[in-house]
């Protein structure tokens, strides 16, 4: 079965320090790869895609995600984190049999000051 | 451009009792979902539809009806509500790939 995994409930970081939210795969095919974050009562609000190319991939909000496919990895990246990016992250993977996405669990990610 | 939005924000069923979620959007986007969001447990697809007048069922649809009678709106409908029902929902549009969300419905079954 295709399914994403994010190995961590919380990532606790310091403002300022780089951050890091993991996320794990499993597609038959070639996968799209998706990252989204939710704030406190709030809908999903889309940051990046990794569909083919770069397996740098650059998103909204000063984020980034690198493509590993030796690693099914898709990690979620941040050069220097802020207060404000405190919110919940979900990993996201399109079935490649149903084209649906498949959602992990989601990582809160919380920044201090 | 309001983008995807669903209406009511907030709702307190009683056991049996029935209501529809809507969603709109403006944005021409052929495939919409509906999903409900549990704590650890991310995002589950209940219903979705690929385009007007089409329903399709997700990973969890028991207990929850759909429409799709125009382009831009999608029911979500509960017949009989039931206290595992309590959850937060979203709806989604997507057009070439990207998901896009409203603000999710807040209910609760007592």
């Given at each position: 079965?295709?399914?994403?995994?994010?190995?961590e409930d919380?990532?606790?970081?310091?403002?300022?320090?780089?951050?890091?939210?993991?996320?794990?795969?499993?597609?038959?095919g070639?996968?799209?790869?998706?990252?989204?974050?939710?704030?406190p009562?709030?809908?999903l609000?889309?940051?990046?895609?990794?569909?083919?190319?770069?397996?740098?991939?650059?998103?909204?909000?000063?984020?980034?995600?690198e493509?590993?496919?030796?690693?099914?990895?898709?990690?979620?990246?941040?050069?220097?984190?802020?207060?404000?990016d405190?919110?919940?992250?979900?990993c996201?993977?399109?079935?490649?049999?149903?084209?649906?996405?498949?959602?992990?669990?989601?990582?809160?990610?919380?920044?201090?000051? | 451009?309001?983008?995807?939005?669903?209406?009511?924000?907030?709702?307190?069923?009683?056991?049996?009792?029935?209501?529809?979620?809507?969603?709109?959007?403006?944005?021409?986007?052929?495939?919409?979902?509906?999903?409900?969001q549990?704590?650890?447990?991310?995002?589950?697809?209940?219903?979705?539809?690929?385009g007007?007048?089409?329903?399709?069922?997700?990973?969890?649809?028991?207990?929850?009806?759909?429409s799709?009678?125009?382009?831009?709106?999608?029911?979500?409908?509960?017949?009989?509500a039931?206290?595992s029902?309590?959850?937060?929902y979203?709806?989604?549009?997507?057009?070439?790939?990207?998901?896009?969300?409203?603000?999710?419905?807040?209910?609760?079954?007592?």
């Amino acid at each position: 079965a295709q399914s994403v995994a994010q190995p961590e409930d919380q990532v606790n970081v310091a403002e300022g320090n780089p951050l890091t939210v993991k996320c794990t795969y499993s597609v038959s095919g070639n996968p799209y790869l998706f990252w989204y974050v939710q704030y406190p009562n709030r809908g999903l609000q889309f940051l990046l895609k990794y569909i083919t190319g770069d397996n740098l991939v650059k998103g909204s909000y000063g984020f980034e995600a690198e493509f590993n496919k030796s690693q099914t990895s898709f990690h979620l990246k941040k050069p220097s984190a802020l207060v404000s990016d405190s919110a919940l992250y979900f990993c996201a993977v399109r079935d490649t049999n149903t084209d649906k996405l498949i959602f992990g669990t989601g990582t809160r990610l919380q920044v201090f000051p | 451009n309001a983008g995807v939005t669903q209406t009511p924000k907030f709702r307190v069923l009683k056991t049996g009792q029935s209501m529809t979620l809507l969603c709109a959007q403006d944005m021409n986007h052929e495939y919409m979902y509906w999903y409900r969001q549990d704590p650890g447990m991310g995002l589950r697809l209940i219903h979705y539809s690929v385009g007007e007048g089409t329903t399709a069922k997700g990973e969890v649809p028991d207990g929850y009806n759909v429409s799709r009678l125009k382009k831009q709106n999608f029911l979500l409908g509960l017949e009989s509500a039931a206290p595992s029902q309590t959850s937060v929902y979203f709806c989604a549009s997507d057009q070439g790939g990207t998901q896009y969300f409203g603000p999710g419905t807040r209910l609760t079954v007592l």
